[in-house]
């Protein structure tokens, strides 16, 4: 809850006065000031008794009979002395141009406030109430009521006379009214009445609730929240009433409207007044409470409550109590609740004091949540707000923000808000920076400087990197990696490097920063060799970045030791910056580096590097023999005879095997697989590579006296050489192992050939008989001879012009044409004749005769 704090100063009483708030976090809905200026003046000599609003001015009535025009700051326009006794009620009409007051001696008076039309009329008992039509001043709106025993309607009619006409009496004195539209309602002891002005027919009473309490002390409060809904408040009961249109048929004899109450609730304290606020309610409220000192009741700060109404209940939005002037000594008839339609502007009127409240704006907003220090929230509800916000700049937030998480000691989350909050303003960005080296926090804000757009000065970004290098190598180090190098004086830092380096010269982070800045100051060199020192990862990505080849010639043993893989990939890649010749030159020195490097080279082109074969050859013997035969069976340049020799100097069976067979010397390499290898299959294999009758041989006579060697033989030399010579030469009573499997095996094989030769057999009859009978039934066919064909011997045409003659044709299978005398006479050997053409190429199918004749 809030309560408004009275700020008076003792020479001049000019008010400021805001309601107070509990230490509640919920945000107040309404702000407060005190209405000052000429209303100070006013209330200090007299006390207001009532008060109305208009949307372009205040009208003020006091206790000694007097009407002051207001502007709404407060400021007075005009005065008119009405009476010596209290202004019980001031009423202007819609275009605020007229007024009605009346006062405590019963005397009305209705008046033009811009033109010279007035009324004036004593009673002769006080006038509460005087409420003037909303359109007065249309001609045939010139309507007026009055409330003292009666309530009476005042028209003007012929000649500009007003007549009076009773609408309402005999239920005590009228207490309050309220002109809206056609409609009027008036409040007296009993209850709340409704008239229409245009069927002049009254369509609701609503009976006042607590009859104990007296009228004159705790009035009645009307309220119409638009044409047709009227609020109620009396005593501590709210009713919120809704007039509607009769449907036809329950007219009878009742009036063509009626009121339903759709909202009805009790209130805690007594009413004093009430108001709308959009769907919500605003009510003031008289407040007694009992003195802890005296423990008398007394009277209290009154409250002004927003609600929300319910059907049978109200919830209660907001509560503030109320500090104004003299609230020790007022009644609850003593308030009043006016409130300016257009701008959700609610004046609170007591007898000393007159209070605005109206809604917060997003302004007030900001200033609760910085108030409670929800920097936050107010940086956020300003950026969405922030053409509408009047009194606080989105900058002058953020940085109240950033003081703030930095007094709190939260100085990460202060620097990343740096980030938002300062932009691109290198002035507050140098500032900030400044005020975190002063509090020793440098660091924290480091991650976050801007490194482009804005970019701050040099001594800036130094100021931070000398921080992390007195205190933080491996930060330095990530400063150096992600800020780029124009950031600061790269010399300076170099050299500042450079001095911690003689504390420390092995101080592998402190290197490798070094040699990156290296980089940044293109000192490529320099930093290759620390790169190279340090082994570090990124060596060969600085040497193909920036062409660095001519730098690393007499680096190719670093760089291998480094990573031979790599390296040698690089090298390879670019032969044409550094030559074989050079890289085989460099690694002289060390020949497992040049293995590696002539290996890789040789399986990407073998012919490259042909003239350091004969070189690879000891080269593989020594670091890599298994890849030395298959370097001798793909290489062509590789002297024979270097190898053999090599290779039996260590003796690589294998290897000499391979060597000697390709030299054409295949006994000897038979010799030694038998001999040194000992293994009859891989005999057996280099024979059937050979294919040679003498090997196959050699192999027979030197397997006969070994048993495992025959059987070896036995199981698989069945389709090379007749196993029938190998069986013969087997001494008898000579013990074999697994004979009878490897005969049984040879049989097997055997009937398997024979199998594989019957079938083939049958295969080929049978195409060959199909072939037969298509060629027989493509020669059976009729063969055309006309005008076209000629003889292949005369080339005259087959057939005479004269059809008549008689002539012989014959017509070979072939398709090629004769006459018969053309032909040469067969012999008496072989009376079947061929055809010439044919015959002399080769005799086939097709060649023989076919005659024709007429």
Known sequence: MAEAEEKEARSNEESTDESEEDESEEEPKLKYERLSNGVTEILQKDAASCMTVHEKFLALGTHYGKVYLLDVQGNITQKFDVSPVKINQISLDESGEHMGVCSEDGKVQVFGLYSAEEFHETFDCPIKIVAVHPNFVRSHFKQFVTGGKKLLLYERGWMNRWKPS???????????????????????????????????????????????????????????????????????????????????????????????????????????????????????????????????????????????????????????????????????????????????????????????????????????????????????????????????????????????????????????????????????????????????????????????????????????????????????????????????????????????????????????????????????????????????????????????????????????????????????????????????????????????????????DHHKGQRYHEKQISLYAEYDRPNLLPFLRDSTHCPLEKALEICQQRNFVEETVYLLSRMGNSRSALKMIMEELQDVDKAIEFAKEQDDAELWEDLILYSIDKPPFITGLLNNIGTHVDPILLIHRIKEGMEIPNLRDSLVKILQDYNLQILLREGCKKILVADSLSLLKKMHRTQMKGVLVDEENICESCLSPILPSDASKSFNVVVFHCRHMFHKECLPVSNTVSPVQFCNICSAKHRGPGSAILEMKK
């Open 166 to 604: 009773v609408l309402h009496e005999g239920e005590g004195n009228i207490r309050n009214v309220k002109w809206r539209g056609h409609l009027i309602a008036w409040a007296n002891n009993m209850g709340v009445k409704i008239l229409d002005m245009i069927s002049k027919q009254r369509i609701t009473n609503v009976p006042r609730d607590d009859i104990s309490l007296r009228p004159d002390m705790y009035p009645c409060s009307l309220c119409w929240k638009d044409n047709l809904t009227l609020i109620i408040g009396w005593g501590n009961s709210v009713k919120i009433c809704s007039v509607k249109e009769r449907h036809a048929s329950e007219m009878r004899d009742l009036p063509n409207r009626y009121v339903e109450i759709v909202f009805q609730f009790d209130t805690e304290f007594y009413i004093s007044g009430l108001a709308p606020l959009c769907d919500q309610l605003v009510i003031l409220s008289y407040v007694k409470e009992i003195s802890e000192k005296t423990e008398v009741e007394c009277c209290a700060r009154p409250r002004l409550d927003i609600v929300q109404p319910l059907p049978e209940s109200c919830e209660e939005i907001s509560s503030d109590a109320l500090t104004v002037r003299g609230f020790q000594e007022n009644e609850c008839r003593d308030y009043h609740l006016e409130y300016s339609e257009g701008e959700s502007l609610f004046y609170i009127i007591s007898p000393r004091d007159v209070v605005v409240a109206k809604e917060r704006d997003q302004d007030d907003h900001i200033d609760w949540l910085l108030e409670k220090k929800k920097y936050e929230e107010a940086l956020m509800a300003a950026e969405i707000s922030q053409k509408t916000i009047k009194k606080h700049k989105i900058l002058d937030i953020g940085l109240a923000y950033i003081n703030h998480l930095v007094e709190k000691g939260e100085y990460d989350l202060a620097a990343r808000k740096c980030q938002k909050i300062l932009g691109k303003n290198t002035e507050l960005w140098e500032f900030e920076v400044y005020k975190f080296k002063e509090i020793g926090q440098l660091k924290a804000i480091s991650r976050y400087l801007p490194r482009r757009d804005p970019i701050l000065k040099p001594l800036i970004y130094e100021m931070v990197l000398h921080e992390f290098l007195e205190s933080d190598y491996e930060g330095f180090a990530t400063l150096i990696k992600e800020w780029p190098g124009d950031l600061y004086n790269n010399t300076i830092i170099v050299q500042a490097v450079v001095d911690h380096l003689k504390k420390d010269p092995q101080n592998r982070t402190l290197l490798r920063t070094l040699a990156e800045l290296y980089t940044y100051d293109q000192r490529y060199g320099r930093a290759l060799e620390i790169y190279l020192t340090l082994r570090h990862k990124d060596v060969f990505q600085l040497i193909h970045k920036h062409n660095l080849f001519s730098s690393i010639k007499d680096k190719i043993v670093l760089l291998m030791d480094f990573d031979s893989e790599k390296a040698v990939d690089m090298l390879l890649d670019n032969e044409d910056k550094i030559s074989i010749d050079r890289v085989v030159e460099e690694l002289e020195n060390r020949p497992e580096l040049q293995h590696v490097y002539l290996h890789k080279l040789f399986k990407r």
